[in-house]
């Protein structure tokens, strides 16, 4: 079923084009779905015209061999060919990222819209003429004609398959640090990450780590703040990326030495120095020419809201909006914090559930990953070690979440600069219910340099690190 009428989006237009050069599932689709003329430019519908003249003749998308398909245009000595050449370049470099579910999610949505207002239109015009029978008969069809892109569920078979060749859960995103990696706790399209800290502890920094770690994997990340400003996000994200320093000084960390097995054998401290500060005017070519050379520099966009205003609705229109006007559709959403989103003060507990709920919502229809953090209760603040039990407000938050970690600092780790994380729980990665040590410095953007698994032994290397440390400041004095 050919639709015709409004033009396609640019944003939609640019992923089903990727989607038909590329895609075994969505290019056949598409392919039956849409008209070319619906693309918005003559070179769009050039292309699309001799992708689907392959597709009705191999069955397949062209893949590799789109660029022998425009041959003939890539060989003359005019302007339009180097729009070919940008086209294509574009499309092959949207390839790996592009988010196939919600782009066709977006089509069939279109597709709706665009059969309900023909309908629409020849009933007026039956009406017009006294045919209310007509009238009748074209709504109808209006409302009973469906996508082809309607699928009605995964048999058993395809279970099979998606799981014996890794789709269950695509693009984990690697958190970096190695205890979690090898359970595969990173985020993912479609899942809600919640990391539970005490207050002005860990949680900002953690979101900015997380947020690192999907731009060094060339993932679209919209990064939506309701405490610290757009600047200050950005400066922890360059931070972190490359090492940078607030202020030019001599920066203490603590290193974990481990055996053969992980084991943490003791601390050791030891200083870092020399690093560019943003202090110093004159290292800003130098950070510059480190940001020129991050592929995927483009793939951030960092938006503040003030506290209390931002509604789920609010939000969900800022993505739309992100994608009409910039092109912009993130594969990771992260919030910083969801708990100073708009919510009724008198019914705090139940509206802050229901917010989470929603989110989780949005991860899953327009398939993202949501990474949000939350604060502790009062309890957690003096707990030695932060569990799920110490969730603020609305417990319900946990079993919404598909992977919980918690932060835990005492006053001790916070001089060393160490910290615990703790997995509180997961439903969708191999393991959870484990705690492991990393070190930190945060003067240098850095939310972990080393991690190793807990033992018993650790609160006895703490002390003799304590000891250690307190003895050389009073040596200094």
Known sequence: MAVTGDRISVSLQENLLVLLCFSDKASALIRNAVDPHLFSTQIYRD???RVYD???????PPQEHVADLLEDELGKDKPSAQMYVELLEAVHEQRESINEEY????????????TLKSSIIKASEAIQDGDLDRA?????AGLKTRLTLFAPGMSLAEGLRAAYTGQVRRDVVPTGIKELDDAHLGPARGEFHLFIGPPKRGKSWWLVHMTKRCLLHRLKVAYVTLELSEAQIAQRVLQSLFSIARHKATVPVSRLRADDLGRLLRIERESISGRISIDDPSSRGAVEQKLGRLRGRENLTIKQFPAGMLTVRGLTNYLDMLERSASFIPDMLVIDYPDYMQLDPKNYRLEIGALYNDLRGVAVERNIGIIVASRSNREGTKARLITESHAAEDYSRIYTADTVFTYTQTPAEKELGLARLFVSNTRVADRDGFVLLISQAYAVGQFCLESVQMTDSYWAHLEQATTAQNGNGHAEE
């Open 47 to 49: 292309v699309v015209i």
């Open 136 to 140: 009748e008969e074209d709504l109808n």
């Open 103 to 114: 782009a066709l999610n977006q089509l069939e949505a279109f597709v709706r819209q665009q």
């Open 54 to 60: 392959y597709i009705d003749k191999y069955h397949k």
